[in-house]
T-cell receptor, first 110, second 115 residues
Framework: GENVEQHPSTLSVQEGDSAVIKCTYS??????FPWYKQELGKGPQLIID?????GEKKDQRIAVTLNKTAKHFSLHITETQPEDSAVYFC?????????FGAGTTVTVRA | GAVVSQHPSRVICKSGTSVKIECRSL??????MFWYRQFPKQSLMLMAT?????????EQGVEKDKFLINHASLTLSTLTVTSAHPEDSSFYIC???????????FGDGTRLSIL
């Protein structure tokens, strides 16, 4: 099955700086890569996703890049704000199921 | 759009009780619904997948007689934890997707505590 590795497990950044989270996947058939943000006591919220026919996607301060050859994808958050503090999960899918990374706890210091 | 509502948000009950959790897609038809379990500071673990009108497909190691799933309509799926015991205490989260399979939209989870 699919194996998704996510790094780092924790990330502390100064407000206004950028945050980058990286994920690798094992199944070359995976073609859909969403990123979710989970706040304490809540369910995951989809923040951005990318499909395998696209190399990069941007939505305001959030961007995702995908390198199919290397089988890795990354989340970039620019101009971080305190409300960006949360746990972020990457995931990969080749069908209807999602395989999740272990998560990254992001703390934005004011 | 794409709102998934999960109820209740928190349940505390005695050992041996059966607990039902509801998951509703409010503004789209959920062809497929998923149930996850999440332990503290860990990732989401898929328990089962259900399609409307069909029997759920359970992941390896998940007891189907313990975790009963019903997906009776395109907007509602339920998870019943039967004869719950303290080891069943966890955060249960549902998600739903429409036609095409992705993306999955998640509910806000149910914190289940068995005393």
């Amino acid at each position: 099955g699919e194996n998704v590795e996510q790094h780092p497990s924790t990330l502390s950044v100064q407000e206004g700086d950028s945050a980058v989270i990286k994920c690798t996947y094992s199944d070359s058939a995976s073609n859909y890569f969403p990123w979710y943000k989970q706040e304490l006591g809540k369910g995951p919220q989809l923040i951005i996703d990318i499909r395998s026919n696209v190399g990069e996607k941007k939505d305001q301060r959030i961007a995702v890049t995908l390198n199919k050859t290397a089988k890795h994808f990354s989340l970039h958050i620019t101009e971080t704000q305190p409300e960006d503090s949360a746990v972020y999960f990457c995931a990969a899918s080749s069908d209807y199921k999602l395989s999740f990374g272990a998560g990254t706890t992001v703390t934005v210091r004011a | 759009g794409a709102v998934v509502s999960q109820h209740p948000s928190r349940v505390i009950c005695k050992s041996g009780t059966s607990v039902k959790i509801e998951c509703r897609s409010l503004d789209f038809q959920a062809t497929t619904m998923f149930w996850y379990r999440q332990f503290p500071k860990q990732s989401l673990m898929l328990m089962a997948t259900s399609n409307e009108g069909s029997k759920a497909t359970y992941e390896q190691g998940v007891e189907k007689d313990k975790f009963l799933i019903n997906h009776a309509s395109l907007t509602l799926s339920t998870l019943t934890v039967t004869s719950a015991h303290p080891e069943d205490s966890s955060f249960y989260i549902c998600s739903a997707s429409g036609r095409g399979g992705q993306p999955q939209h998640f509910g806000d989870g149910t914190r289940l505590s068995i005393l």
